[in-house]
């Protein structure tokens, strides 16, 4: 059965190929542009399963919305990504730019999908 991944950038052109990427691996996905469009489509999109974000967002950055989407929803997965930052919380971390092939390796070992 596929995953329902809700990827979230600013970027659209990051975000689109993100998508493209999940897609090719075989996961259902939804995209957002912000933090706050993240949060209303997990309140209500029960399919989600894996949350991946930006950690670099104006507004509502990754760290917060990853902290407010685990607790709106407990049990979601979460991979965040950053073409800067280090590690800072909890949550496992891809640092941009990647490949599909790394974002395939990734997924399967930090959320067992796709």
Do not use: Y
């Not at 990827?7 to 998508?19: E, K, M, S, T």
């Not at 939804?30 to 974000?53: C, K, P, V």
């Not at 950690?55 to 917060?64: A, L």
């Amino acid at each position: 059965m596929s995953q329902t991944v809700l990827v979230v950038d600013d970027d659209a052109g990051v975000l689109d190929v993100i998508a493209t990427m999940l897609e090719d691996l075989g996961c259902a996905v939804i995209t957002a542009g912000n933090g706050t469009d993240a949060l209303d489509t997990l309140h209500h999109n029960e399919q989600i399963s894996i949350l991946i974000t930006d950690i670099n967002m104006p507004g509502m950055d990754g760290h917060e919305l990853a902290e407010r989407a685990t607790r709106l929803r407990p049990g979601l997965k979460v991979l965040q990504l950053s073409g800067r930052e280090r590690r800072r919380d909890g949550f496992p971390m891809i640092r941009k730019p990647f490949t599909e092939d790394e974002l395939a390796r990734v997924m399967q070992q930090t959320t067992g999908a796709c």
